[in-house]
């Protein structure tokens, strides 16, 4: 497993504690539709942002995953405005994750099947959004995206940034819908919006037979750096065992 450094993530404010329960279980990775395929999968891979990164490399390999069956494709600021973007530089497989005109390299390749995974979990993470449309009109374009460039995957779990306790606002300082919401870790948070909630459970019952809902998991404390959506290192660590566990049980 490859590790990366350390910056700045992201976070947003507003309401919505309960998760996208509406499209599924609100802890499940269950979508809607009769003919979702349940696995086994031969290779996963996580399109996720630099806080990915943070609790992967806390872990989740060694927590119960089959290594050799998850891959991780992780940018600095991989919000759902930027994989909406067919032509986005952060589809390539090469660069540095760190520099927004350059690619994703994946880490910890699958054994098998790496350019062809069967399932993806993808993090849909914005602070520059303020309306479910927003929300939905991205996603639908995430979603299109993913199937055009990688026709293998039988699934995708869509799930949000680890949320604060609760979901109450930790940073005290969020803007929602700034210039520089998405890239500044300063007035982002880790309070997920209802209507981000609400854009996630409509892309589940418009794609009942490809979408699930990811897990959905809250941290134990808030940062005291209010650094964004950034958990502590005891949280990455917890994270990741979690997140090791559920998808244990979903090989």
């Given at each position: 497993?490859?590790?990366?450094?350390?910056?700045?993530?992201?976070?947003?404010?507003?309401?919505?504690?309960?998760?996208?329960?509406?499209?599924?279980?609100?802890?499940?990775?269950?979508?809607?539709?009769?003919?979702?395929?349940?696995?086994?999968?031969?290779?996963?891979?996580?399109?996720?942002?630099?806080?990915?990164?943070?609790?992967?490399?806390?872990?989740?390999?060694?927590?119960?995953?089959?290594?050799?069956?998850?891959?991780?494709?992780?940018?600095?600021?991989?919000?759902?405005?930027?994989?909406?973007?067919?032509?986005?530089?952060?589809?390539?497989?090469?660069?540095?994750?760190?520099?927004?005109?350059?690619?994703?390299?994946?880490?910890?390749?699958?054994?098998?099947?790496?350019?062809?995974?069967?399932?993806?979990?993808?993090?849909?993470?914005?602070?520059?959004?303020?309306?479910?449309?927003?929300?939905?009109?991205?996603?639908?374009?995430?979603?299109?995206?993913?199937k055009a460039k990688y026709p293998s995957v039988k699934r995708v779990d869509v799930m949000t940034m680890i949320r604060c306790p609760m979901n109450m606002q930790c940073n005290p300082n969020a803007v929602i819908g700034g210039p520089d919401s998405d890239t500044n870790a300063g007035v982002q948070d880790c309070q997920v919006p209802a209507f981000a909630d609400a854009a996630i459970a409509k892309l589940i019952a418009a794609n009942p037979d490809y979408v699930a809902l990811g897990p959905q998991f809250d941290m134990t404390m808030c940062n005291p750096a209010h650094n964004g959506a950034h958990m502590t290192g005891a949280d990455n660590t917890i994270t990741a065992m979690k997140m090791g566990a559920f998808y244990a049980a979903k090989p």
């Open positions: 497993m490859t590790t990366a450094g350390t910056a700045a993530g992201g976070q947003a404010p507003s309401g919505g504690s309960a998760g996208a329960s509406s499209a599924g279980a609100s802890s499940a990775g269950s979508g809607g539709g009769t003919g979702l395929y349940q696995g086994p999968f031969s290779c996963t891979m996580y399109i996720g942002a630099y806080l990915s990164m943070e609790w992967w490399n806390a872990g989740f390999q060694t927590d119960g995953v089959d290594d050799a069956k998850w891959q991780l494709k992780w940018h600095h600021h991989g919000h759902i405005t930027e994989w909406a973007k067919p032509d986005s530089p952060f589809w390539a497989d090469t660069g540095d994750p760190l520099n927004d005109a350059q690619g994703s390299p994946i880490e910890s390749k699958c054994a098998q099947n790496s350019a062809t995974p069967d399932r993806i979990v993808f993090l849909a993470l914005s602070w520059v959004l303020t309306t479910e449309d927003e929300w939905t009109q991205n996603l639908n374009a995430d979603i299109a995206n993913i």
